[in-house]
């Protein structure tokens, strides 16, 4: 299964979050950040209901970007 990891510096680390679940994890680096995420996410479908899986997964997450004009 194919999901979205969006991962953003944080202090002197990084957290990624993963929006069609709404789990995080976090990371000294980009590559740790999103092999942490993975980890939580496996984790969390191997102890979680289908009923649980079904009412936290959002099938429509767009990650996109928008121009604000500012001053």
């Keep these: 299964m194919k999901l979205t990891a969006i991962i953003e510096r944080e202090g002197s680390g990084y957290v990624a979050l993963c929006p069609e679940l709404d789990i995080a994890s976090q990371g000294d680096n980009v590559e740790q950040a999103r092999d942490n995420l993975r980890e939580a996410l ?11 899986i079904k009412q936290r997964l959002h099938d429509d997450v767009f990650v996109t970007q928008v121009e604000v004009a500012v001053g």
């Design 42 to 52: 496996e984790l969390f479908f191997e102890t979680a209901s289908e009923e649980e």
